[in-house]
């Protein structure tokens, strides 16, 4: 099913996190595919509770209830093996960004404030996955280029987004809706990074609420509508 960005941008637009040139063709058999999808889902939980560096490939195969040689069957490397985790996690690693306004339906803020929050709901529920690929960038040269490259692509939908609301005079039309769309969106990025892997205690309500000031404080969004 086609899902659609806030601005129209389908997220098939969205480049993929995970590198899927480097898997393997998947198993013909409805037993090989739930061989694979076992060590898969452990091979999550392996890397969420030890770390990707720490995780090892026994552990793997012992959290699937496999042999590490049955692992080798389906991935060659742990590397590879992180990609299937990523692939499988697409859907709930895309966000949305911020949604055009139709009419009089919603007031800028209200769009925005909907938005940072099934960002940072999103977010939450994803934490440890999160803080895994925050690791892996730091180590992987190609990983981090996939990773900048995602970054990009949602930044640029919220600056089509921002500049619609320019065009509109709902913001402040001094403004590079690319540069502050960037800021923005790295205000909020990080924001959800010190509170769901850094440990800081914050309630969902209050990251939205602040999140959502600060993007209408800067862009001088006007309100319309409701």
């Not at 889902?41 to 209830?65: N, Q, W």
């Not at 007031?107 to 895994?132: D, G, H, P, Q, T």
């Not at 005079?169 to 850094?198: C, E, I, K, N």
Request: glycine fraction near 6%.
């Amino acid at each position: 099913m086609t899902t659609t960005a806030g601005d129209g941008v389908a997220a098939e637009e969205i480049p993929p996190l995970a590198d899927t040139s480097i898997l393997r063709e998947p198993p013909s058999t409805p037993r090989g595919v739930r061989t694979r999808t076992a060590l898969v889902v452990a091979a999550r939980t392996v890397f969420e509770r030890d770390g990707y560096l720490e995780a090892r490939l026994a552990d793997v195969a012992s959290e699937a209830g496999l042999s590490t040689g049955s692992f080798y069957t389906y991935f060659a490397s742990k590397e590879e093996i992180l990609h299937a985790v990523l692939d499988q996690a697409q859907s709930e690693l895309l966000h949305p960004g911020m949604p055009r306004l139709r009419g009089d339906e919603a007031s800028a803020a209200a769009v925005i404030e909907a938005s940072n929050r099934a960002y940072f709901e999103a977010y939450k529920r994803n934490a440890k996955l999160m803080a895994i690929l925050e690791q892996v960038a730091a180590i992987d040269p190609k990983f981090r280029e996939l990773r900048r490259r995602r970054s990009r692509a949602f930044c640029d939908r919220n600056a089509r987004s921002l500049a619609h609301l320019q065009e509109r005079g709902l913001a402040d039309p001094q403004l590079d809706p690319q540069q502050a769309a960037r800021a923005l969106s790295g205000m909020v990025g990080r924001m959800a990074y010190y509170t769901y892997v850094l440990g800081e205690e914050r309630s969902v309500d209050e990251l939205v609420r602040t999140a959502t000031r600060l993007w209408v404080n800067a862009a001088r969004i006007e309100s319309v509508g409701g």
